[in-house]
Each structure stands twice: as structure tokens, then as C-alpha cells.
């Protein structure tokens, strides 16, 4: 069965571009999750969805940034006016309630803001 | 979260048994144990849990000790596609929960 897809996987952007970053859940996953990823760093919480609700976007770091799930299946980031500081790879991870609360990670689109 | 302290790197020669520590002292008791780890360009990938009995899967073994202070990752026969970031979490089971990944232990497998 298919996995978490992302697209694009890669992404060049001058600073001061926007960019969208788009997730594909698995089919049924009622969480969604977005996770930062720094060259060389263990992956950092951004937000999270359950359903088409944002529940928690606690990690995101600026008003630059911004996510949505409209159906509560694909989700979009969407990152405004890019900073060099914010070239990173961008994880998107997907779950069912459950004991094992399982994350189902896609592979990523990597970020290079110039 | 509990925080987790996990050495940086560590070397395992292939079809040894690679033995992964991490230690919790401040783990509570509704906590649970997760080790993720991720291959090179490629996104996290679930290896196992437990809360306080040790735990086997078809990837790995998991070994918690009784006070629950530290646990240890046991991939029984490494292959050189083992080679990852190992990280290892502790967080509530119940409910949609994000993960906090701390640096990792990075693990080489050499032939």
C-alpha cells in the first residue's frame, strides 16, 4: 500500500520567496503531523492535525509560517517571505488513534532557501 | 517528555549484535519507551516500544530494566542496511502525541 507521499522532494527558493509544501497521509490517518528537520539535528515538532483541526501548531516558529488540512486528509505548509534560516528538510508524518500511536513518516522535501 | 541521553555514535561489525543504550531517569510511570530510527534521506521509521517488559519484534528487541531508568535497543544480527540514526523517545502512549527526537545515536555497520 502506498505511504506518505510529499512533494516536491526538493526545493530551491531565493529569499523572500514563498513556498508550499504539500503531504499526502496515508488514506485514514486521522493525525497529521509536521516535523522540521536541521542539517545534522534530530527532527522538531511544527504542528499537528487531527482531522481537518489544527490542534497544536505550537512549533511553528514565525507567523511566516502556516498549515492547513482543509478535508482533513492533504495538508499543506506554506512558509512566507523565506530566510536562509529556514532551509531544512520538512517531514510530514501520519498516525490512527491507537495504544501504538505509530508515525508513519514520508520522506521529506528538503529545503534550500539562497 | 521525559528526556533521553543516548551516546552519539557507535560502530557494530556486521552480523554482530548491535546493542543501543539510552538512558530515561526521569521517566514516569505512564510513560513508554519508542525507538525510531532513519536511514539516510529518508523519514523516521517506527522500531518498537514498551512500558516496562522487554519487547521483540521482527526488527529488534527491546530490553527495559526494572526501574525503568534506562533501556537498550538490540538489533540481533546488524546488516549493513541497519545503518542509521537511532533515536530514542519516551512519551504517553494514549492519544495523538508528537514525538520529541533528541540528537540520536548514530550506528555504523561495518563489514
Known amino acids: 500500500g502506498a505511504g506518505v507521499s510529499q512533494s516536491p522532494r526538493y526545493k530551491v527558493a531565493k529569499r523572500g520567496q514563498d513556498v508550499a509544501l504539500r503531504c499526502d497521509p496515508i488514506?485514514?490517518?486521522?493525525?497529521l503531523f509536521w516535523y522540521q528537520q536541521a542539517l545534522g539535528q534530530g527532527p522538531e515538532f511544527l504542528t499537528y492535525?487531527?482531522?481537518?483541526?489544527?490542534?497544536?501548531k505550537s512549533g511553528l516558529p514565525s507567523d511566516r509560517f502556516f498549515a492547513e488540512r482543509p478535508e482533513g486528509s492533504v495538508s499543506t505548509l506554506k512558509i512566507q517571505r523565506t530566510q536562509q534560516e529556514d532551509s531544512a528538510v520538512y517531514l510530514c508524518?501520519?498516525?490512527?488513534?491507537?495504544?501504538?500511536?505509530?508515525?508513519?513518516f514520508g520522506p521529506g522535501t528538503r529545503l534550500t532557501v539562497l | 517528555d521525559a528526556k533521553t541521553t543516548q551516546p552519539p555514535s557507535m560502530d557494530c561489525a556486521e552480523g554482530r549484535a548491535a546493542n543501543l543504550p539510552c538512558n530515561h531517569s526521569?521517566?514516569?510511570?505512564?510513560?513508554?519507551v519508542y525507538w525510531y530510527r532513519q536511514i539516510h534521506s529518508q523519514g523516521p521509521q517506527y522500531i518498537i516500544h514498551?512500558?516496562?517488559n522487554n519487547e521483540t519484534n521482527e526488527m529488534a528487541s527491546l530490553i527495559i530494566t526494572e526501574d525503568r531508568k534506562s533501556s537498550t535497543l538490540i538489533l540481533p544480527h546488524a546488516t549493513l542496511r541497519d545503518t542509521a540514526v537511532y533515536y530514542c523517545?519516551?512519551?504517553?502512549?494514549?492519544?495523538?502525541?508528537?514525538?520529541?527526537f533528541g540528537q540520536g545515536t548514530r550506528l555504523t555497520i561495518n563489514p
Open positions: 508524518a501520519s498516525s490512527l488513534p491507537g495504544l501504538v500511536n505509530e508515525q508513519f
Open positions: 488514506s485514514g490517518h486521522v493525525s
Open positions: 492535525f487531527q482531522n481537518e483541526a489544527q490542534l497544536d
Open positions: 526521569t521517566i514516569s510511570g505512564n510513560e513508554y
Open positions: 514498551g512500558l516496562k
Open positions: 523517545i519516551v512519551r504517553v502512549a494514549q492519544g495523538a502525541q508528537k514525538l520529541v
